[in-house]
């Protein structure tokens, strides 16, 4: 199973040429010939709606040829290594088997598998998760300590600004602080059906996913080396992740999984499949502090009322996350980046 041939057949199929369009500027004609995304649409994704901001993000091979500095083109390859290959960082920033291309598919540019650039052109902006503004930097530090399971380097540092640059660049030509809603940005849901059930989503992950990701979920390495990566488990992202929401677990796996077969998944297996993947034990969420009820306490109205956090499951009587299991990072944990206040002398 050659997984690197897979992923870059998927990318290779559904991204076309750089440039930035709104949807309603192609209603004139002239963009009709090359409007972008079209293989993505061929392949069963929404086509872009009218009035929506349609990026396609410069590639690696772009970069070769434009006219920019070439000390910043050292530092954006480098952001790109860093996120394509972010087990280098492994011990010291990352204590999962995940890149951050594990889940942001296509290098960070694939529609609808959150495409990272909206991140360089809607930031700095308030962000519901900790409740406060956030910068760029900070939300990678995001992705690190809860997907990556880790701890973020340092903001200014240099692997920091090799990633901001990447996730710049591929925002080259964007629009800043656009109005309009982004095509494909998150990993949008497909419509909750009325039930969700663990047994037909362990159905659905035994016969559809289990050949990459292992019946166990610990995904799969050859020779030491990452092939696929781990759903549950030790090695996979902590319970703070936003992936751990059902919701957005069920969206990434509609758009993206199985892999080279996206969207192939009926609605109702992908909430199943994702309801049973978000019920299984990964480590704790960085933002604990002894107690799950405390944690429910605190963020069961926002963030958790979307994960199996605290659950009882059916079967086992397991309560899901009640348990001090850091996975590899061990046990010198403090609360990380929660309730952090800020600004706050500044006047409505
Ligand atoms: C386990 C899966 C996972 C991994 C690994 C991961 N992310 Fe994310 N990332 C997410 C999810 C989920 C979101 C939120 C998407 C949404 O809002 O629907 C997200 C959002 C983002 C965004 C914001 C995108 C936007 O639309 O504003 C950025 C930037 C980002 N991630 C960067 C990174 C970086 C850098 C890494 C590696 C250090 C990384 N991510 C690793 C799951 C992941
Ligand atoms: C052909 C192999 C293959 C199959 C089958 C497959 N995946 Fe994946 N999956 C991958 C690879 C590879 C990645 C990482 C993407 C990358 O590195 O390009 C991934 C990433 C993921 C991720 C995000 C990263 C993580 O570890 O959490 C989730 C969630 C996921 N797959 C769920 C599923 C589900 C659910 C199914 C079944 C419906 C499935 N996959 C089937 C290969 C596969």
């Given amino acids: 199973m050659r997984k690197k041939s897979l992923a870059l057949a998927v990318v290779g199929a559904s991204i076309a040429a750089a440039g930035v369009v709104t949807a309603n500027a192609q209603s004139d004609g002239e963009q009709n010939a090359e409007t972008p995304y079209q293989n993505l649409v061929e392949m069963g994704y929404p086509a872009p709606q009218e009035g929506q901001l349609v990026h396609v993000p410069p590639t690696m091979a772009d970069l070769e040829d434009a006219d920019l500095h070439p000390e910043l083109k050292k530092v954006i390859r480098r952001g790109y290594d860093l996120f394509t290959n972010t087990q280098q960082l492994r011990g010291k920033n990352v204590f999962n088997d995940m890149n951050c291309s594990s889940c942001h598919l296509g290098e960070g540019r694939q529609p609808f598998s959150a495409p ?14 900790n409740q406060h503004v956030n910068n760029l930097e900070e939300r990678i530090a995001g992705c690190f300590a809860y997907s990556m399971n880790g701890t973020p380097p340092e903001y200014g540092s240099d692997d920091m600004l090799a990633l901001s640059a990447y996730h710049r660049w591929l925002a080259k030509g964007a629009p800043v602080y656009p109005d309009q809603p982004i095509y494909g ?4 849901p497909p419509d909750r059906p009325e039930a969700l059930s663990y047994a037909r989503g362990e159905t659905v992950y035994q016969e559809q996913c289990a050949i990459c990701h292992q019946e166990d979920g610990s995904g799969h390495y050859e020779d030491g080396e990452y092939v696929f990566p781990a759903l549950w488990g030790d090695g996979s992202n902590n319970w703070g992740a936003g992936i751990v929401r059902t919701h957005t677990a069920a969206g990434f796996i509609k758009n993206n999984m199985p892999l080279g077969q996206p969207l192939s998944l009926s609605d109702q297996e992908a909430w199943d499949v994702a309801y049973y993947m978000t019920r299984q034990e990964r480590p704790q969420d960085p933002r604990y502090d002894g107690s799950v009820d405390d944690m429910l306490e605190k963020f069961g109205p926002t963030f958790h009322k979307h994960s199996s956090y605290g659950d009882v499951r059916e079967h086992d009587d397991h309560r899901l996350a009640d348990h001090a299991n850091w996975g590899e990072k061990g046990e010198e944990v403090i609360p990380w980046n929660v309730g952090v206040p800020r600004f706050e002398d500044l006047e409505d």
């Fill in 116 to 129: 990272v650039w909206p991140a360089a052109i809607t930031l700095p902006n308030f962000r519901g998760k």
């Fill in 185 to 188: 940005r998150g990993f949008p």
